[in-house]
């Protein structure tokens, strides 16, 4: 059975840093990603890592502030958050593409998701 749980979710203040983790049980993925749904948002795309790395893709809203990484002997992936924005403030959720070889950033393409962890940004 495949699980994904995330951890690291908190509040801060505007300008500080979060590391995000999650951690997949039960197979590995070729492409993990997280999300974020903010309240009466649609939940939408962060960042996306490949197996090993070498492929990485962030949302405009993100990049160079967020960092995506991925520990494939624990099986999990992290999600480094510098620069904080309230605008970040939203639920973040770990998602894993089953279909190998896959590298997309459309929500549908993601078969798993965690329960998602609270990130909340104060100004």
């Known amino acids: 059975q495949v699980q994904l749980a995330e951890s690291g979710g908190g509040l801060v203040q505007a300008g500080g840093s979060l590391r995000l983790s999650c951690a997949a049980s039960?197979?590995?993925?070729?492409?993990m990603a997280w999300f974020r749904q903010a309240p009466g948002k649609e939940r939408e795309f962060v960042a996306a890592s490949s197996w090993r790395g070498d492929r990485t893709l962030y949302a405009d809203t993100v990049k160079g502030r967020f960092t995506i990484s991925r520990d494939n002997a624990k099986n999990t992936e992290d999600l480094q958050m510098n620069s904080l924005k309230p605008e970040d403030t939203a639920v973040y959720y770990c998602?894993?593409?089953?279909?190998?070889?896959?590298?997309?950033?459309?929500?549908?393409?993601?078969?798993?998701w965690g329960q998602g962890t609270q990130v909340t940004v104060s100004s």
């Open positions: 998602a894993a593409d089953k279909t190998p070889g896959a590298f997309r950033a459309a929500r549908d393409a993601y078969n798993y």
């Open positions: 039960g197979r590995s993925f070729y492409t």
